[in-house]
């Protein structure tokens, strides 16, 4: 599918406006433009003979002069003059002034309102000239004009510690923005001790960016404000939004605990957390891959033969395909592997008395730990076990009952 951009870009004079909210000039719009233009989509602008210029210098700086149409416009209001007469008429009587007028508000001038209206005209036009041949977007030329996005890269630090063993991964993103340090972690498996793995990797953070010999001084030393994030796309039943607290494994809890880390957990597999994989699309294909791995491999189709079906069922509807078909040997290799990885942690038990027991063969006693809890469960049950190892969770998948 492909998706052909629309914008404009027309001097109403707003270099000259009063309110310096709104003051803007044709220098800071091509800035902006700097910013989203480099976006590999056929491009096409509307815009004056004088702007073109910098309209196409900017595109061809990013290579791509064979996908941007420019059509040039010098007077805007020769387009719809009726419709801006009537505006101009509407802007400037007293009924607007008293029920439609607020101080300081762009809507109150009439140039500002007819520009509005020209975004839809301008789609309208771009199919009529047959510059869209599939689907078409607005993009408006001064895209994070409010400074939501970061243009700059420098603005990023990557702080993502390297050989944490102890994470037992490397699916794990640790950056600092504005005095802010985020660790992302993605997540196949429920874990409810993550929080515990996140403080011993927040200390090491900690310990790289400070300056050791500040700590002993009068002057406070300013850390980065943590954020813990896990995306969890695992086969357990999980809410769309999950919280994990440090506290939650302290031997002796308290309702006000001196040390505290808290860890979202988002549940990103395919139908949950909706509004978030709108506002990230690649997350929301990946989703979708991942189902449909899943899918197959519980209809007892190999698991290479699954992955290979899903990988080229996805290419063909669109589905991370850009990815896909660039990466498709080494995409289909990991896959293979995390998702062997994934169904191995199935185990079978076999309940026997206390003389038959072979762990081996994976015949555990009944009298055992494990056998004690699994003793009177059904399908769907989950049970906490203390072991020597600790607490381990099993969730009861399938029952088969011999004579």
Known sequence: MKITLISAFFDIGRANFTNTEYTRT????????????????????YTDSNSSKYVRDIRNSFGLKDKTTIIEINNIYSILPNIYEKMCKVSQSEEFKMFRYYENAMSNRASYDYVMLLKYWCMNDSVERGLADDMLAWMDFGFNHGGKCYTNAEDLQIVTLKNAIYMGMKNDLAFIMDMNLYLYEHQSTYNPNIPLRNLFYIADEYQRL????????????????????????GTKKVDDYNEFRLSSAYENPTDNPDLELRVTMLNVNDGHNLELMEHCRTLKEYAKYVARVRKYVTQNIPLEEAVTRAVDECIEEGILAEFLMKNKAEVIKVSIYEYDKEFEEEIVFQLVGSTEANSLEGKISNESPVGKALIGKKVGDVVAVETQAGVIEYEVLKINRSV
Do not use: C, G, H
């Open 210 to 233: 400070v300056v050791q010999k500040s700590l002993y001084s009068t002057v406070i030393q300013k850390i980065p404000t943590p954020r813990f994030i896990v995306f969890y796309n």
């Open 26 to 45: 044709n220098e800071k719009y091509f800035e902006y433009f700097k910013f989203w233009a480099r976006m590999k989509n056929d491009l096409v602008v």
